[in-house]
């Protein structure tokens, strides 16, 4: 499915545990091991992948997780120093509708 953020289409495609892994194991660091991926942002794509070999729940809760990390980059929240309780409350009331939004839309696709 496609969705739009600050004028910006991005798409969330279902990937196996196998695609995951794999396109994780490229931006991980060298030492890290990697036994599962539950989702992933790849903002310069505009692409979010949630495994689809979890259950519909985790699923949603992964997406929930991935368009945050989306919301952050494309408003330019990713490198605020000292990020505070305040500015996660700011995030948090901002971003809660956005979310919900796409994640209806999500749950009406499957």
């Not at 991005?10 to 091991?33: C, H, R, S, V």
């Not at 979010?48 to 989306?70: R, S």
């Amino acid at each position: 499915m496609e969705f739009r953020i600050n004028n910006d289409i991005w798409k969330i495609e279902l990937k196996d545990t196998n695609f995951m892994k794999k396109e994780y194991g490229q931006e991980k660091a060298e030492d890290e091991e990697v036994y599962f991926v539950f989702g992933l942002t790849e903002k310069t794509k505009h692409k979010i992948y949630i495994n689809k070999d979890m259950c519909y729940a985790q699923q949603v809760k992964t997406l929930k997780h991935e368009l945050t990390h989306c919301y952050i980059w494309q408003y330019g929240l990713y490198e605020v120093p000292n990020f505070n309780e305040e500015m996660v409350c700011d995030l948090v009331a901002s971003i809660n509708d956005f979310i919900n939004d796409i994640v209806e839309k999500f749950k009406k696709e499957k």
